[in-house]
Structure formats: C-alpha cells, structure tokens
C-alpha cells in the first residue's frame, strides 16, 4: 500500500509570511494527525482529524495555524503568519481509526528566517 | 499534565552488545505504550507496543518492558546491530477523550562496528 504523502519536503521562508503544506493519507484511513517537531524534541499532536472533523485540537495554535480536511481525504496545514520559533518538521500521520497504529509521513521540514 | 520523559540523549553501544533505551512516564492515563524508530529525513516508523495490562512484550530482536509501580518502560535490542543506529521515540497512548499519542523526546541510538 502507498504510504501518506506529504509536500513539500522543505521550505524556507520569512518570518510573516505564510505558508502551507499538504498531506495525503493512506488510502481508507478515517484518521489524520498533523504533529510538530521541534529539533530536540519530541513530535507533539497539533490537530487531530476523524473523517474530516475536528477531534482535537487543543494545541493548535489558532491565531496563526489552521487546518482543514475536504471531504475526510486530504489535508493542508497553514501557518500565517510565520514565526521563527515555528521552524521544525511538521509529520502528518493516519491510521483507519484512533485504536490503530499510526504510519507517518516522511515530514516537511520548515525554516523560518 | 500528561508527560513522557526521555532521558538520555544519545546512546553509543557495540555491534552485537544489548542495547537499553529506557522512557518515563508521568500521568497514569494511558493504555499503550509504542516504541518508534526515525532515520535522518524520514517519518518515525512503528517499531514495538506494550499494553499496559502487560509487563512484557517481545517481537524477535526487541522486547519492551513496562514497570507500572514505577512508571518505567525500556527497550532492549539484542543483539544490536548497525541499521540500528536510529532515534528512537517513546510514546503512550491517552486513554480518554481523542486517544492521542504523547512521545518522548527522543534517543540518538548509535551502534558501533
């Protein structure tokens, strides 16, 4: 089976601008997760999808991230506008449902200069 | 506050010797509990779990253990070999509400020739 996709693999941009990446995951997967990782650290959930409903997303930061989900298959993150403390690799993962193992992808890795 | 902890940094151990990675956890609401396994510029990849009802779990050259009363969990690879080298991720499994996953911060596993 195809793993998830995700786009671009690296990016580099100013502090202020915006950006966006894109994720596609496994084919019948109900569940996406978008994580960041932070150099150092560990990944941490920002937003948790079902289907394409909002399960959690209590570390999102909303007043520059969103999120969204179109018709339960794919999904971009957005970040407006960036800060530098944003810079890490943003993992996107799936799995058919909560109780399941998780398959990632293989991240985007983004700077902000 | 639902904290997994992670320790040592990095881990440097001989071709062939037992390698031990070891992850602490904080909040006694999770069920399972996930080893992961990331090389430079891929996604973290499945690697082991142990339910928490358990204290052993084996799966050929990796077994995880978890010590509930000391809310501890630790990876033995044996014997260790090169395609080893990896950062490996401690993770566990919420309970409630969306079942997310909280990881560690993660250990740099070198194995030597």
């Known amino acids: 089976e195809a793993g998830v996709a995700q786009s671009p693999r690296y990016k580099i941009i100013e502090k202020r601008q915006s950006v966006a990446f894109w994720c596609n995951p496994i084919?019948?997967?109900?569940?996406l997760y978008w994580y960041q990782q932070i150099l150092g650290q560990g990944p941490k959930l920002l937003i948790q999808f079902q289907n394409n409903g909002v399960v959690d997303d209590s570390q999102l930061p909303k007043d520059r991230f969103s999120a969204e989900r179109l018709k339960g298959v794919d999904s971009t993150l957005k970040i407006q506008p960036a800060k530098l403390e944003d810079s890490a690799v943003y993992l996107c993962a799936s799995s058919l449902t909560p109780d399941y193992g998780y398959t990632f992808g293989s991240g985007t890795r983004l700077t902000v200069v | 506050d639902q904290q997994v902890k992670q320790n040592s940094p990095s881990l440097s151990v001989q071709e062939g010797r037992i390698s031990i990675l070891n992850c602490d956890y904080t909040?006694?609401?999770?069920?399972?509990f996930l080893w992961y396994k990331k090389y430079p510029a891929e996604g973290p990849t499945f690697l082991i779990s142990i339910s928490s009802i358990k204290d052993k779990n084996e799966d050929g050259r990796f077994t995880v253990f978890l010590n509930k009363s000391a809310k501890h969990l630790s990876l033995h690879i044996v014997p260790s070999q090169p395609g080893d080298s990896a950062v490996y991720f401690c993770a566990a499994r919420v309970i409630q509400g969306a079942q997310k996953l909280v990881f560690g911060q993660g250990t740099r596993l070198t194995i030597n020739p």
């Open positions: 084919s019948g997967h109900a569940t």
């Open positions: 909040n006694s609401m999770f069920d399972y």
